[in-house]
């Protein structure tokens, strides 16, 4: 039975996690009340994305914003592009099982071998920021004054 559901691709990977932080499914056609709980928590959790995108966008344009403030922004957008990075899975997934995407298989690694796509670290960005706050440091503590 499972293996039948598999097969028409009808497992749904919801917007939240579990105890320790394990992945939720749903098993129905899309149609029932937890898929459109899902639902609205995705489409809740896009506009939080890009309302903090809006909020990080301001306050890196400030110049008084101390460390832990940075901290703070990046613990928040850690969080929403976890969000996002989940939502795209899903609904990647559901686009797969109806046959609308491409086969990336034959996606091709860049030419040096690297195959991370432009990740990178969030701690050497913190540990960056920090660096930079304070060299521009005066003798009030607050960054650029």
């Known amino acids: 039975m499972i293996e039948e559901h598999r097969a028409r691709g009808t497992f749904r ?6 105890a320790g932080g ?9 149609t029932g ?6 639902d609205n928590i995705e489409s809740v959790q896009l506009g939080m994305a890009g309302n903090l995108l809006d909020h990080a966008t301001a306050l890196l344009a400030d110049r008084r914003v101390t460390g832990a403030e940075y901290r703070y922004l990046a613990d928040r957008l850690s969080e929403a592009l976890r969000d996002v990075k989940r939502i795209a899975e ?9 046959g609308e995407v ?10 040096d071998g690297d195959d991370d796509h432009g ?3 969030i701690a050497d960005t913190v540990e960056a920021i ?15 004054t």
């Open 90 to 98: 899903s609904r990647g997934a559901r686009l797969g099982a109806r």
């Open 33 to 38: 009340y937890v898929s459109r709980m899902a």
């Open 22 to 30: 394990k992945q939720c499914w749903v098993l129905g056609d899309g």
């Open 130 to 144: 920090d660096g930079v706050e304070a060299g521009s440091r005066s003798s009030s503590g607050l960054p650029g």
């Open 119 to 121: 990740a990178y670290d």
């Open 102 to 111: 491409e086969d990336f298989e034959d996606f091709e690694e860049e030419e």
């Open 13 to 18: 990977l919801l917007p939240w996690t579990g």
